[in-house]
Structure formats: structure tokens, C-alpha cells
């Protein structure tokens, strides 16, 4: 079956840290994707990592991906209120004859003064 | 340019009547994928449509739903008999899978703003 989990599924942080927030995924890909969710919004692309090494920075935001360790990271640093959202990543599985792709449980970050 | 869209944003309906939502992926994008999402909670794949291929509606929580993609563009996602336990957000998304050389490089989805379905 293919997972893919993340964790922590709450966290909750004070303005000006830093936090990493893990995805495990079971499956064999090179390909993940991260994606930002607002209260009441739908889901807004963030970081596309196509293959084992691939790092990418927004802002505060910066991805990276382990494809051998099947394990994405997704870190936060000097965290503001704005970054309050929930946080998919989400696995390509198309080593598997499919075109879907498997999202995580998502994590709902909370950043307070 | 534009995005995905989805109509109708809200629709409130009673248990047992008929509902259809409908989706407009971006434009020359192959795939389409239907996905449900419950207060609080992740997403739940429904359905997706690949080019002229049969759909993979492995997804599909029951044979009350079903969807279509007419002309390899709009789509619509159905619902009969209508349950309270239907009641979610349900978001469509579509991406341009490109593959180079026969293999995937990358299949990056473009949500919309989704439907709210209440079932009362």
C-alpha cells in the first residue's frame, strides 16, 4: 500500500523559531510535491522537487528531498504569523502505473506572538 | 492566466436529491482529478481523467457517484441520493503530465477553489 505520512499532524510555534516538519512516504519516487492550505482555501503549490538532493527556498520556507531515505523535509526558520496554514506533501507514484498522487495527513502549523 | 475553476462555491441540498458539481481545468492541462475533503482532515481521492484513457475511478466511496470529462475538458462530478455523511469540501485539480523520452518528469496538480457540499 502506498503511505505517506507526515508529522508532526499539529504543531504549534512561536514567532521567530525554527521547525521542520517530516513526510515518510512507502513508495519509491524521485518526485514530491509541497502544497499550502489555507482555513477555508484551497490547496496553493509550493515547492515541486524532482529528484534525490533537490532543495528549494521560499522565503522562510525550504524543501528538500531524500529519495534514498524516503523522506522530504519541509523547514521553517524565524517563523511569522503569515506561515499559519496547513502543509501537504504529497508523493508521484508513478513508478506504480499510476498518475496519482499520494498526499499526506498534513500538518497544521499554528504561529502565535 | 486562469486558473482551475470550479461551480458551484457553495451548495446546500437536501438528503436524497441529486447534486452535480462541476470543475474547468486549465487550459491544454491532460489530467483532471476529483478529491473530497472533510472538515479538518486530508484529501481523499475521488476520481482522475488522463487524456482519452479509461478513468481511475478507484476513489469513488460508492456507486452513487460517478463523473464524466466531456471533450477532454470540463468535468462533473455526480452524486445521487445524496447522504449527510456526503457533506465536504470536494476539490477538483489539473496538471500537464509531461513526459520526456517515455518518462515521467513531473505531474505538478493545480487545485481550485472547491465546492462546499451540505447535505441536510
Known amino acids: 500500500e502506498l503511505k505517506v505520512e507526515q508529522n508532526p499532524l499539529f504543531l504549534s510555534m512561536q514567532e521567530g523559531k525554527n521547525y521542520t516538519i517530516y513526510c515518510n512516504y512507502s513508495t519509491t519516487s524521485d518526485r514530491l510535491y509541497w502544497y499550502r492550505q489555507d482555513p477555508g482555501k484551497s490547496l496553493e503549490s509550493l515547492f515541486v522537487?524532482?529528484?534525490?538532493?533537490a532543495v528549494k527556498q521560499e522565503g522562510r520556507l525550504m524543501a528538500s528531498l531524500d529519495t534514498k531515505a524516503r523522506l522530504s523535509t519541509l523547514h521553517i526558520t524565524a517563523a511569522v504569523h503569515d506561515l499559519s496554514a496547513t502543509y501537504f506533501c504529497?508523493?508521484?507514484?508513478?513508478?506504480?502505473?499510476?498518475?496519482?498522487?499520494?498526499f499526506g495527513t498534513g500538518t497544521r502549523l499554528q504561529v502565535f506572538p | 492566466g486562469a486558473g482551475v475553476s470550479q461551480s458551484p462555491s457553495n451548495k446546500v441540498t437536501e438528503k436524497g436529491k441529486d447534486v452535480e458539481l462541476r470543475c474547468d481545468p486549465i487550459s491544454g492541462h491532460t489530467a483532471l482529478y476529483w478529491y473530497r475533503q472533510s472538515l479538518g482532515q486530508g484529501l481523499e481521492f475521488l476520481i482522475y481523467?488522463?487524456?482519452?484513457?479509461?478513468?481511475?475511478k478507484s476513489g469513488l466511496p460508492s456507486d452513487r457517484f460517478s463523473a464524466e470529462r466531456t471533450g477532454g475538458s470540463v468535468s462533473t462530478l455526480t452524486i445521487q441520493r445524496t447522504q449527510q455523511e456526503d457533506s465536504a469540501v470536494y476539490l477538483c485539480?489539473?496538471?500537464?503530465?509531461?513526459?520526456?523520452?517515455?518518462?515521467?518528469?513531473?505531474?505538478?496538480?493545480?487545485f481550485g477553489p472547491g465546492t462546499r457540499l451540505t447535505v441536510l
Open positions: 522537487l524532482l529528484s534525490n538532493g
Open positions: 504529497a508523493v508521484d507514484a508513478s513508478l506504480y502505473n499510476t498518475d496519482k498522487l499520494i
Open positions: 485539480a489539473s496538471s500537464l503530465i509531461f513526459t520526456l523520452a517515455g518518462v515521467r518528469r513531473y505531474n505538478e496538480q493545480f
Open positions: 481523467f488522463q487524456g482519452n484513457s479509461a478513468p481511475d
